[in-house]
């Protein structure tokens, strides 16, 4: 089973700064790794598929990288609604699918 | 529109059994795998299960396995996941999601279901 880690858990950041969150597997997954997006009583969204490709709908301002184990996902600049939980996801080596722990990000 | 629309869960006892449902529509249901996932109460995201288009090729964590068992029927446009042995870790949010094996990732996810296992 890949083990995928996100940190930080917990990033405290204000509005108008830019977020980096890192999602690291246990074995390479080529780049079937995706990141979604949770908000507070509602179900995950998708934001990011293979690797670095926005979904439909997704704003310029997030965006993926990487490859093999080390994923990154940027958000150039916070608006209010980007503060949220964010998980990465990988698709390589099912099943399982697993998911990271996921990363908070939180008014500062 | 796509949507999913979970229902089924509720207060079940540990041992008890519970059918949940995903009703989908807005898409062409039979040409995509599906997929269930959990939340357990402020915890993170646990894929359970997923199902291909034809019923066919169905995989589960092995945590439900022997216990879940996931279906669907294309003729209705659902998804279902029957439940049964539940335990107090079970308990959480149950979301049905389209995609997943050959489809690729899962979009959309319905709002969800409550299962709460508890004597």
């Known amino acids: 089973e890949v083990v995928l880690t996100q940190s930080p858990a917990t990033l405290s950041l204000s509005p108008g700064e830019r977020a980096t969150l890192s999602c690291r597997a246990s074995q390479s997954v080529s780049n079937s790794l995706a990141w979604y997006q949770q908000t507070p009583g509602q179900a995950p969204r998708l934001l990011i598929y293979?690797?670095?490709n926005r979904a439909t709908g997704i704003p310029a301002r997030f965006s993926g990288s990487g490859s093999g184990t080390d994923f990154t996902l940027t958000i150039s600049s916070l608006e209010p609604e980007d503060f949220a939980v964010y998980y990465c996801?990988?698709?390589?080596?099912?099943?399982?699918?697993?998911f990271g722990q996921g990363t908070k990000v939180e008014i500062k | 529109e796509l949507q999913l629309v979970e229902s089924g869960g509720g207060l079940v006892r540990p041992g008890g059994s519970l059918r949940l449902s995903c009703a989908a529509s807005?898409?062409?249901?039979?040409?995509?795998?599906m997929t269930w996932v959990r939340q357990a109460p402020g915890k993170g995201l646990e894929w359970v299960a997923n199902i291909d288009q034809y019923g066919r090729e169905k995989y589960s964590v092995d945590s439900v396995k022997g216990r879940f068992t996931i279906s669907r029927d294309n003729a209705k446009n659902s998804l279902y996941l029957q439940m049964n042995s539940l335990r107090a870790e079970d308990t959480g949010m149950y979301y049905c999601?389209?995609?997943?094996?050959?489809?690729?990732?899962?979009?959309?996810w319905g709002q969800g279901t409550l299962v709460t296992v508890s004597s």
């Open positions: 807005g898409f062409t249901f039979s040409r995509y795998w």
């Open positions: 999601a389209r995609g997943g094996g050959a489809s690729g990732w899962c979009i959309p």
């Open positions: 996801q990988q698709g390589s080596h099912w099943p399982p699918y697993t």
């Open positions: 293979d690797a670095s």
